[in-house]
């Protein structure tokens, strides 16, 4: 048994401290990045926000509104391969699969029907050797895909994912998501600013890229995130409860809600698994969401805060963000007095 001393950090515990500016407008901020992938070799060119592939949020409902602000929607793995149109942009969505034979086989149609640029590989526990060996598997029969695997929260199995497996976007995060209790239900998990931090600079390092998946709870978070060194911020919870988003609108004491649930949680299970396998638990929990309408307010609100963290620190580019960071560790991030 070992104890690292060192604190780690979330989004919470710390604030950015604003500088020096010479430019006085939000319009000015440049939220375009541009990336060409290591091992894909694929240019890419859009705002690297991604809607999360659970099946409230990764809709083609959400799609159609993130792809025109050139944002990325990331598929969940509950599509048919029938369901999938024909007019999809490829730059602008992943196709996700888990690690099963089945999922082998589903990629292999999807790719014929579609040939995308993205793929995620998907599992809760991105440390198994099986995990491992599949993500392998798929980089040699396709080696021109743009290949996301996760999640992970730590610097050696990043650069095991980046130098051994070849890929390109290495998704990190777990437990920190809205609806997850891994971190109750299994006492694993890793605070997830210093996760971004620490996995970042393992990958920038040789040359890959990393997404920072959960704990976005607000616009600050997200360029918290980017200031910690991610390239791509992956969004849950806010993406939910919208017009777009998965689920029916259900109305109680005359508040219209939207359910929104993880996709450990026992309501994934039932749904997609016919129930919770007697050897695991839920590590997701199922919670209301207050309706929120059409999602692109929630999109602008984002943008919005982003570009206006640009403004406080001086950084004209998204790119420029983590130069012009610096992060206070404090005991009170706002003043909740109403709320």
Not at 26 to 45: N, P, T
Not at 277 to 299: D, H, M, N, Q, W
Request: overall charge neutral; proline content about 3%; glycine content about 10%.
């Amino acid at each position: 048994m070992k104890i690292i001393e060192d604190v780690k950090l979330d989004f919470k515990d710390v604030l950015i401290r604003p500088k020096r500016s010479t430019f006085g407008s939000r319009s000015e901020v440049d939220l375009e990045r541009e990336f060409i992938f290591k091992y894909s070799g694929l240019r890419w060119k859009g705002i690297p926000i991604i809607a999360a592939n659970m099946d409230t949020t990764g809709t083609f409902e959400v799609y159609n509104v993130l792809s025109r602000h050139k944002m990325i929607t990331c598929f969940h793995k509950f599509y048919e391969v029938e369901d999938y149109p024909d007019n999809l942009d490829p730059n602008y969505y992943m196709i996700s699969i888990g690690i099963r034979d089945e999922d082998y086989h589903k990629l292999k149609q999807l790719v014929k029907k579609l040939n995308p640029h993205f793929l995620c590989i998907d599992v809760a526990n991105g440390y198994s050797e099986k995990f491992l060996e599949f993500v392998k598997k798929v980089r040699h029969e396709y080696p021109k895909l743009t290949l996301v695997a996760g999640n992970v929260v730590t610097n050696e199995i990043v650069e095991e994912l980046a130098i051994n497996c070849e890929v390109d976007l290495i998704k990190v995060g777990i437990g920190s998501g809205a609806s997850c209790i891994t971190r109750i239900q299994t006492g694993v998990g890793y605070p997830q600013l210093s996760a971004v931090m620490e996995c970042a600079d393992a990958a920038h390092g040789i040359g890959c890229n990393i997404i920072s998946d959960g704990g976005i709870t607000c616009a600050g978070d997200v360029a918290k995130a980017f200031g910690g060194g991610a390239d791509f911020v992956m969004i849950g919870s806010m993406f939910a409860g919208h017009d777009e988003s998965g689920g029916d609108i259900i109305e109680e004491n005359g508040k219209k809600y939207k359910i929104f649930y993880g996709m450990s949680s026992d309501t994934a299970m039932n749904k997609y698994h016919g129930g919770v396998a007697k050897y695991r638990s839920s590590e997701g929990k199922t919670v209301r969401i207050l309706y929120k309408g059409p999602i692109e307010g929630t999109v602008l609100s984002v943008l919005g805060g982003v570009r206006s963290t640009c403004t406080y620190i001086g950084s004209k580019r998204l790119k420029d963000i983590p130069k012009c960071t610096t992060f206070l560790k404090v005991n009170r991030q706002v003043n909740d007095i109403h709320g």
